[in-house]
């Protein structure tokens, strides 16, 4: 050994390590199929550089990953003919941790085992913490590397405790690529077994589309051989009718780390113009992060069979950011880049036909309610970016999206606009929505009273996303949307009804008491009117079909960005005894402190805040004590 060196672990690792070693009791087997996947992609990565240097082959490109088992020793090896590393990625690759998301869950984990509680052994794979998984089986690994194209002599030697550091040494390695050996603890003896170790592949590996071979003992001829131990065929080149269902659910588990099965997926070889194997999937784990819309899109890319890249967020639109998977395309050249994949018109096209697949795997799913509103509940608040995001598909999209309603007394979005039409009144032209903060605000909202006598049904819009959606959605089936909460002259054409009409003669009678709170609220106010809308309430306010609602304003000020301020119209409900009463007040103190107080009720219901909610307070006091 040359240039031996010892060096301390990056002290993330340390805390990884230890993490790793003390708080990890159940599913220790995974290991095994972190180094599996590491294995494969070393191959994967070769294969992709050997695109623009065919002679890192070294003209073996016999691939397969091998493993053995030697009882005696407890030892386990696991071997690729992949990349390699060079002395300086080890370090890098084998002694720090680079992605920042994974420092974070590192922090997170922390924080669970001071609670003794086990970490979440799926979580590890998914940040990138693989490699290290070793140390939950073995007390000491060994790994000897060679990257490919470098000569013999620069192999390199990796040793480590999983303590505080490791050892590291240049060696000759003959083959290139990796080959890691586990020295198995006492108490994971179990691993050291050759049909557990099997099953574990079985479980966990299948689908690795290299062979996995493992070095098997046979009793007849008294000698060892190498058994595969997979079908190491992409599961997606296979014809679909060969597929099992679980073996679609595997070969998910496989692709993403995630441990539930997938809501729904969709297989499809397409052919003609453009020639590729799309397989989408629609997890039934949400990530932590997808909230965020720089999360990237799990699809991967390959290119005749090659894997070219992860997360190629160009294929899908934002909006159906959830969706997992991977492409594999026969037109686009194996050289393709990020840079490129933005430009490229193969790409736009794919992005056009999987959408569309994705808007037709959803549209079959609605057939099933009940997988529907689990759909809709982990991802109908990014689904509802969509009509924004996507015009072209702006009709399918509609019909995908679900609400709440006055229909049923349920919080959640489970009806659809095709169930609203279906329910809507004789002579009904429009869709009827109302938006607030949250469900009791919208439900209990004066604006609905009216509604509800007349038995009409309103949708409530509740999500933050939902204003701007709706400002993006103009009609369903020839029927404009309108909110309740804004001026409509089409309502009253609609209901004609005699008890709708507000006699001339209350009209009358009550013109100068609309002058009077007029005069007295100034330019406080846009315009006091009588409605007819209004059952239990004395008065609310509205806006103009122009003016901005107060939810958009709401979601502007979120924001940080500067909105006019909202003229309200004043409505007043002349049947309610308190117009009654006070149109009878002669005093103009009292008056003034009346109209103030109903005006502020009304912003109240309205927005849920008050510019100076003191002074409401003051005025309810005042009140209160003349009881
Ligand atoms: P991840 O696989 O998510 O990157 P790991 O901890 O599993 O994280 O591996 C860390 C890095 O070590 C890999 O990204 C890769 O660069 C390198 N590595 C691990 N195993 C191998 C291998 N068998 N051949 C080549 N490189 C490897
Ligand atoms: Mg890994």
Same mark, same amino acid.
């Given at each position: 050994m040359k240039k031996k060196e010892t060096l301390s672990f990056q002290s993330e690792v340390k805390q990884l390590l230890h993490l790793m070693i003390h708080s990890l009791y159940s599913n220790k087997e995974i290991f095994l199929r972190e180094l599996i996947s590491n294995a494969s992609d070393a191959v994967d990565k070769l294969k992709f550089q050997a695109l623009s240097k065919p002679d890192l082959y070294e003209n073996n490109s016999n691939f397969k990953i091998q493993i053995s088992i030697d009882k005696e020793k407890k030892l386990i090896t696991i071997s690729d003919n992949g990349i390699g590393m060079t002395r300086k990625e080890v370090i890098e690759n084998l002694g720090t941790i680079a992605k920042s998301g994974t420092k974070d869950f590192i922090k997170s984990l922390n924080l669970s085992s001071n609670n003794k509680t086990e970490i979440n052994s799926h979580l590890i794979g998914q940040f990138g913490v693989g490699f290290y998984s070793s140390f939950i089986v073995a007390d000491k690994v060994i790994v000897k590397t060679r990257a490919a194209g470098n000569p013999i002599d620069q192999g390199v030697f990796w040793k480590s405790k999983?303590?505080?550091?490791?050892?590291?040494?240049?060696?000759?390695?003959?083959?290139?690529?990796?080959?890691?050996?586990?020295?198995?603890?006492?108490?994971?003896?179990?691993?050291?077994?050759?049909?557990r170790i099997k099953t574990i592949i079985s479980k966990y590996s299948e689908h690795i589309s290299l062979p996995i071979e493992v070095k098997t003992y046979n009793e007849k001829e008294k000698k060892y051989f190498w058994e595969q131990v997979n079908k190491a065929q992409a599961l997606w080149?296979?014809?679909?009718?060969?597929?099992?269902?679980?073996?679609?659910?595997?070969?998910? *588990?496989?692709?993403?780390?995630?441990?539930?099965?997938?809501?729904?997926?969709?297989?499809?070889?397409?052919?003609?113009?453009?020639?590729?194997?799309?397989?989408?999937?629609?997890?039934?784990? !949400?990530?932590?992060?997808?909230?965020?819309?720089?999360?990237?899109?799990?699809?991967?890319?390959?290119?005749?069979?090659?894997?070219?890249?992860?997360?190629?967020?160009?294929?899908?639109?934002?909006?159906?950011?959830? !969706?997992?998977?991977? !492409?594999? +395309?026969?037109?686009?050249?194996?050289?393709?880049?990020?840079?490129?994949?933005?430009?490229?018109?193969?790409?736009?096209?794919?992005?056009?036909?999987?959408? *569309?697949?994705?808007?037709?795997?959803?549209? +079959?799913?609605?057939?099933?309610?009940?997988?529907?509103?689990?759909?809709?509940?982990?991802?109908?608040?990014?689904? *509802?970016?969509?009509?924004?995001?996507d015009i072209k598909n702006k009709n399918l999209i509609i019909k995908l999206l679900r609400f709440t309603s006055t229909f049923n007394n349920d919080a959640e979005q489970n009806i659809s606009l095709n169930e609203y039409v279906k329910r809507m009144i004789k002579g009904q032209k429009k869709i009827y929505f109302l938006t607030s903060d949250n469900y009791l605000s919208a439900k209990n909202s004066p604006h609905l009273e009216f509604f509800n006598k007349k038995g009409i049904e309103v949708l409530l819009l509740v999500d933050h996303i939902d204003e701007w959606m709706m400002s993006y959605i103009n009609e369903f089936e020839g029927k404009t949307f309108q909110s309740i909460s804004k001026q409509d002259d089409s309502l009253d054409e609609f209901i004609k009804n005699k008890d709708n009409i507000i006699e001339d003669k209350i009209k009358k009678e009550f013109q100068p008491f609309l002058k009077k709170i007029q005069d007295l609220l100034g330019n406080k106010i846009k315009k006091v009117k009588l409605t007819n809308k209004l059952i239990k309430t004395p008065a609310i306010v509205t806006t103009d079909s122009n003016e901005m609602s107060t939810q958009m304003a709401k979601l502007f000020a979120a924001a940080g960005q500067e909105t006019p301020e909202i003229k309200y119209n004043f409505e007043l409900n002349p049947n309610h005894i308190l117009i009654k009463k006070i149109l009878t007040i002669k005093d103009k103190d009292y008056f003034s402190e009346f109209i103030y107080l109903l005006l502020d009720e009304a912003i109240l219901a309205e927005k849920g805040t008050l510019e100076d909610p003191n002074q409401f307070i003051h005025r309810i006091n005042n009140f209160l004590s003349k009881i």
């Open positions: 999983g303590e505080g550091n490791y050892e590291i040494a240049n060696i000759n390695k003959e083959l290139r690529g990796t080959e890691i050996i586990l020295h198995i603890r006492e108490k994971c003896k179990e691993f050291l077994d050759i049909w080149l296979r014809n679909k009718s060969n597929i099992s269902e679980n073996e679609y659910k595997e070969f998910y *588990k496989q692709l993403t780390y995630d441990q539930t099965d997938p809501i729904i997926w969709s297989h499809n070889h397409v052919e003609g113009k453009q020639e590729y194997i799309s397989l989408l999937y629609i997890p039934s784990t !949400i990530p932590w992060d997808i909230r965020n819309r720089d999360y990237k899109n799990g699809l991967k890319l390959y290119v005749q069979r090659v894997f070219i890249m992860e997360d190629a967020e160009q294929l899908l639109p934002k909006y159906l950011r959830f !969706i997992r998977g991977l !492409i594999d +395309s026969n037109d686009l050249p194996l050289n393709i880049s990020r840079e490129i994949l933005q430009k490229n018109s193969i790409i736009h096209n794919m992005k056009i036909t999987l959408t *569309k697949k994705v808007l037709n795997m959803l549209m +079959s799913l609605t057939k099933q309610p009940k997988k529907y509103n689990d759909f809709w509940k982990k991802y109908g608040l990014i689904f *509802k970016e969509g009509p924004a995001e």
